[in-house]
């Protein structure tokens, strides 16, 4: 798939703990994402941040658990983004999803995508 010029990035900004169907809500998201045959998706997990509630998420060493900030980028037309935020917000508790629009710029190698 080919996506580039103006272009909507979703933001979903949630913590390694909540879950959707006993499944971590990241991967969830990502998968449907997939299934849906969105441009891109990406699960980042952070290192420190905390969210609405003020708690410092961070990786301790001493900690049996560590819950951390996730955010969930995707990238589509606006259909495409709108469509799959509709689809996802029964799931989505207790988190923050940002939208913008971007400018998607693709870099392939010689020769690939060319068919």
Same mark, same amino acid.
């Given at each position: 798939m080919k996506l580039e010029g103006d272009q909507i990035l979703l933001r979903v900004f949630l913590n390694t703990f909540q879950k959707w169907h006993h499944r971590?809500?990241? @991967? =969830?998201? $990502? /998968?449907?994402?997939?299934? #849906?045959?969105?441009?891109?998706?990406?699960?980042?997990?952070g290192v420190e941040g905390f969210g609405q509630?003020?708690?410092?998420?961070?990786?301790?060493?001493?900690?049996?658990?560590?819950?951390? @900030? =996730?955010? $969930? /980028?995707?990238?589509?037309? #606006?259909?495409?983004?709108?469509?799959?935020?509709?689809?996802?917000e029964p799931m989505i508790q207790n988190a923050i999803v940002t939208r913008e629009r971007v400018h998607v710029i693709s870099y392939r190698r010689r020769g690939e995508g060319m068919a």
């Open positions: 971590p809500l990241y @991967e =969830v998201i $990502v /998968e449907k994402a997939r299934m #849906e045959h969105m441009a891109g998706a990406t699960a980042l997990i509630n003020g708690v410092l998420l961070q990786e301790r060493p001493w900690r049996l658990a560590n819950d951390r @900030e =996730v955010v $969930v /980028e995707l990238v589509d037309t #606006e259909e495409k983004t709108d469509k799959f935020l509709a689809g996802i």
